[in-house]
């Protein structure tokens, strides 16, 4: 008991402060990507070319960049002559809809807060089920994250439930293997509505790197609707706990 | 000539592998097997005739030697399985991938439930009515008026990957545990032939999240073996660095995990945190807490300056003092080793016969370890003590667990303080045409392997992955038989297998 006391103290209070200050994160972490438009000469396709998941198009002189797709390499940065590709550090990156990670001229728009009945209903206490459908585990490993006592996701009310029964919404991972359709469209039935669901990960919202395996679906936007998606591969865990808080209206 | 035998990346031309007459092989397997060998992959590979070929990786840990040897089938061969358990779930896998019956299995079941690769089959033998559905399987039952049957998953009660159980209990006893798996199959080897493309090396960062330098390292040996690329030494070493940091975040975070398990929650939530900090240094050199974009063929994509390093090393000493205050709590606490001690015991031959790998192997006292037997890279060089125990419970797997942290670091903290100078990274190089070769390397759940096969135009024209939980669950439902149903998740985080580093 004593020797338990002790390490409890020396271990000392590990919780971060969130979402303010800003966090700090490595000087090399890969966060919401930088166009810079001017630079990007046509007809030069050596950032498209070199994206593994196609993410990076252009339409009518405009430069995109699906982040929806990204895996946040640095294909595109190393083969872009110009260096009109360029990562920040901002982990912010959720969005409300599937548009609305294609980055281009235009301002990015991060996910806006539920309306006033669903803010109502989980606002202030979110439980989730979450389903892990053919992906790597990273996601799930650092969606686990949020539970230690660093992120401590209880204390925004946020919490994930052993049954769907018990759960306000779903927290999907994976591209959505075949293996996996019929286990997740179950598990969506059996959580009562009013539901939410959550798509983590470049695999869930488009396939990632699965994408257009026919072992897999690209996503799982064909088979529940989706109410905020949480781009990365994986997601860092800070940017998956301010999409959530975006999501209830708490950011 | 029954054999080729080489070392570990080295490669050699494909006509140099053997194709013996089917007796032939399964003599040569079998003999080998129980001379001491363990069957590293058993694979089948599409020929251009109506057969498949199938082709044997042994390896011979106290010699440091690997051998390969081939066959040829079209329908059917006497199965390997009734006279060595270790090729139980390979056979399973061959027929599953090529829809060729393996004569005498005993248990042939799909492992993935997918469609057979080769052109014109439909259903693998042995699935259930032809269905390639997963979770669609005849299971095992045991039968009798107070047996019950217990399924869990795939979808879990926590957030862990999808996987389907099926326990057949008396009372609380567990008779047998059956495990059901291919919820993560996304076609991954199939995806990789032709290549190596621009998704290859993504590829191999996640066919096992948390595993992304093992499997990296793993991928980049065999092609830079198949190019004859010489990595610079520099980037040996911080390959080796990245690995043992992916290890003492794994180890740790199942340690405390293990806590959990058992209730004890100050080592359950120390080591969640812990388990972080480690992943934050592995970010702290590449950007990604998993090490995305790290490993890449030729060397290393990031450097680590003096100062970056002088952090890395200050980071580690200060977690390895919280991790043994956490661990030490949690190892000494008599209620903690009431429920680690004698639960999920598993015997050092029930090992052997199995072909079990990694810490699992290590905690019934075996001597394996592919840093140690097979160095590859840094390993070479810099060799890492091997951490055994005996007892092959619960509680040995904690603590092989806890030795293998304190090499590591030690490992780390030795090979920061004498990086040597020079490049990260040479130039690729295309591979070298219709050549075979093995690259093992120790990943935290053991030894991973990955063989590449090129044809004329120096493609890929197969590569096959064994991830270490390839070997590892049958041990775990192995070690399961006669414990209490309470124990599975104490037992199944003793083992902490990949679901998709099996699905692939």
């Known amino acids: 008991m004593l020797k338990a006391l002790a390490a409890r103290l020396r271990q000392g209070r590990r919780t971060i402060a969130f979402p303010d200050p800003a966090p700090s994160l490595s000087d090399r972490f890969r966060g919401r990507p930088l166009l810079d438009q001017a630079k990007c000469a046509e007809p030069c396709s050596a950032c498209a070319d070199a994206c593994p998941t196609d993410a990076i198009t252009r339409d009518g002189g405009e430069l995109r960049l699906d982040l929806g797709r990204c895996l946040f390499c640095r294909e595109c940065v190393d083969a872009c002559p110009e260096g009109a590709l360029s990562y920040t550090h901002d982990h912010r990156l959720a969005t409300r809809g599937r548009a609305d990670l294609v980055l281009g001229s235009g301002a990015f728009r991060l996910a806006t807060a539920f309306g006033e009945e669903s803010r109502r209903l989980f606002g202030r206490s979110l439980k989730l089920r979450q389903v892990s459908a053919g992906g790597c585990n990273g996601c799930e490993a650092d969606v686990n994250v949020l539970n230690t006592v660093v992120f401590d996701l209880g204390r925004f009310g946020i919490e994930f439930v052993a049954s769907p029964r018990h759960a306000d919404g779903l927290l999907i991972t994976g591209a959505l293997s075949e293996n996996m359709m019929l286990a997740l469209e179950k598990t969506y039935a059996a959580v009562p509505p009013p539901k939410i669901v959550v798509a983590v990960g470049a695999c869930a919202i488009s396939g990632g790197p699965f994408l257009d395996h026919p072992e897999v679906h690209n996503g799982a936007q064909d088979l529940v609707p989706i109410d905020l998606y949480v781009p990365g591969c994986p997601p860092h865990p800070l940017t998956i706990l301010d999409g959530l808080l975006r999501l209830l209206g708490r950011m | ?504």
């Not at chain 2, 000539?1 to 003599?27: C, H, I, K, W, Y």
């Not at chain 2, 950007?287 to 002088?310: H, K, N, Q």
């Open chain 2, 1 to 504: 000539m029954t054999a080729r035998s080489l070392r570990n990346g080295q490669p050699v031309p494909l006509d140099d592998v053997p194709v013996l007459g089917v007796e032939e092989f399964r003599r040569g397997v079998l003999a080998a097997v129980a001379g001491g060998a363990r069957i590293a992959a058993l694979f089948g590979h599409p020929l251009d005739g109506a057969g498949v070929g199938l082709i044997a990786v042994l390896a011979r840990g106290n010699e440091g030697t690997l051998s390969v040897s081939s066959t040829v089938v079209v329908d059917a061969y006497p199965a390997l399985t009734p006279e060595c358990a270790q090729a139980h779930w390979f056979e399973r896998e061959v027929a599953e991938q090529w829809s060729i019956r393996p004569l005498g299995h005993p248990w042939l079941k799909p492992i993935r439930f997918h469609p057979p690769y080769r052109a014109g089959r439909d259903g693998a033998p042995g699935a259930a009515g032809g269905s390639c559905r997963a979770g669609v399987a005849d299971f095992f039952r045991v039968e009798g008026g107070e047996v019950h049957e217990v399924g869990v998953g795939p979808v879990h009660a926590g957030v862990i990957e999808p996987g389907h159980f099926r326990l057949q209990c008396h009372g609380e006893q567990v008779l047998h545990l059956e495990i059901a798996l291919g919820y993560q199959h996304r076609g991954v080897e199939r995806a990789l032939l032709g290549g190596p493309g621009k998704r290859t090396i993504h590829y191999m960062e996640t066919l096992a999240g948390d595993t992304s330098v093992g499997h990296a390292t793993a991928y980049c040996q065999a092609v830079e073996a198949l190019a004859g690329a010489a990595v610079p030494a520099r980037a040996d070493v911080l390959r080796g660095v990245a690995l043992e940091l992916e290890r003492l975040a794994n180890h740790t975070g199942d340690l405390g995990a293990l806590a959990g398990d058992v209730g004890y929650l100050p080592t359950a939530s120390y080591c969640g945190r812990l388990r972080g900090d480690f992943l934050n240094m592995t970010a702290l050199v590449c950007g990604s807490r998993f090490g995305r974009g790290l490993i890449r063929p030729g060397g290393v994509a990031f450097d680590v300056e003096a100062e970056r390093t002088g952090e890395l090393v200050e980071r580690l000493e200060r977690a390895l003092i919280d991790v043994a205050g956490a661990v030490r709590l949690l190892l000494d606490e008599p209620s903690v080793q009431a429920r680690f001690e004698e639960t999920g015991p598993l015997s050092a031959e029930a090992c052997v016969a199995l072909g079990l790998v990694g810490p699992v192997a290590r905690a019934c006292g075996l001597q394996c370890d592919a840093r140690h037997d097979f160095p590859s890279g840094i390993f070479r060089f810099s060799q890492v003590p091997l951490s055994t125990w005996h007892s092959g419970d619960v509680f040995a797997r904690a603590y092989v667990r806890w030795l293998e942290i304190q090499r590591s670091a030690a490992f780390v903290r030795e090979q920061l303080a004498t990086l040597p100078e020079g490049p990260t990274r040479v130039e690729r190089k295309p591979l070298g045409a219709e050549a075979l070769v093995v690259s093992l390397v120790e990943g935290w759940r053991g030894e991973i392997c990955h063989v590449a096969m090129t044809d004329a135009r120096g493609r890929l024209s197969r590569y096959k992955i064994v991830d270490p939980s390839f070997h590892n669950w049958m041990g775990l439902a192995i070690a399961l038989r006669g414990q209490q149903i309470s124990d599975f998740p104490l037992c199944n985080k003793s083992f902490n297998l990949s679901y998709c580093g099996h699905d692939l």
